[in-house]
Antibody
Framework: QVQLVQSGAEVKKPGASVKVSCKAS????????IHWIRQAPGQGLEYMGV????????GYAQNFQVRLTVTMDTSTSTFYMELRSLRSEDTAVYFC????????????WGQGTLVTVSS | QSALTQPASVSGSPGQSITISCTGT?????????VSWFQQYPGKAPKVIIY???KWPSGVSNRFSGSKSGNTASLTISGLQAEDEADYYC??????????FGGGTSLTVL
């Protein structure tokens, strides 16, 4: 069992950056991969990137390779997603989720963090 | 990567079966047996209902079943119930540490 608790809603201006946190508790976080997925209002799910805690490596979807950084703080079991050069189209709910390695079994999800980009 | 293709909406009556298709390419659905399906209610996080094409996570009803043929995966829901009314998303591993989602299908139980 894992619980993921994300940071609160953010309002940002175009061109700014946002950093969303996702704190894990329960099973050792090195058991899972941690993914970031977003959902714009009324739209579908969009894959962003992943961190592999046991290896300390990351992966990014092509659309986010330039603007996205995913990191982790092993001392606090907290994962971070930082998106830079925000534009209005980045307004979305951002989710973190665990995956049992190499299975596509995205078992546990954070509650979501709404990021609003508006001038 | 381009999003996987799903029908925007499907509907069925209680007790009936429906199938949602998910079409990708030889680089994602066609290359990997890592296709998942998610159920999402409004305002809630998605819930995985199928993984590795046809496996059930613990606690998920076997009324949900998954399959794949070539570049197309499918989700079948049998014995439709009112509580199945939700949005459904497919998702496939696409290589290079990345995944791709379908555009989502809204299921209406008539």
């Amino acid at each position: 069992q894992v619980q993921l608790v994300q940071s609160g809603a953010e309002v940002k201006k175009p061109g700014a950056s946002v950093k969303v946190s996702c704190k894990a508790s329960g099973d050792p976080f090195t058991t899972y991969f941690i993914h970031w997925i977003r959902q714009a209002p009324g739209q579908g799910l969009e894959y962003m990137g992943v961190v592999y805690p046991s290896a300390g490596t990351t992966g990014y979807a092509q659309n986010f390779q330039v603007r996205l950084t995913v990191t982790m703080d092993t001392s606090t079991s907290t994962f971070y997603m930082e998106l830079r050069s925000l534009r209005s189209e980045d307004t979305a709910v951002y989710f973190c989720a665990t995956e049992f390695p190499q299975s596509g079994r995205f078992d546990y999800w954070g509650q979501g963090t709404l990021v609003t980009v508006s001038s | 990567q381009s999003a996987l293709t799903q029908p925007a909406s499907v509907s069925g009556s209680p007790g009936q079966s429906i199938t949602i298709s998910c079409t990708g390419t030889s680089s994602d659905v066609g290359s990997h047996n890592l296709v998942s399906w998610f159920q999402q209610y409004p305002g809630k996080a998605p819930k995985v209902i199928i993984y590795e094409v046809s496996k059930w996570p613990s606690g998920v009803s076997n009324r949900f079943s998954g399959s794949k043929s070539g570049n197309t995966a499918s989700l079948t829901i049998s014995g439709l119930q009112a509580e199945d009314e939700a949005d459904y998303y497919c998702c496939s591993y696409a290589g290079g540490s990345t995944w791709v989602f379908g555009g989502g299908t809204s299921l209406t139980v008539l």
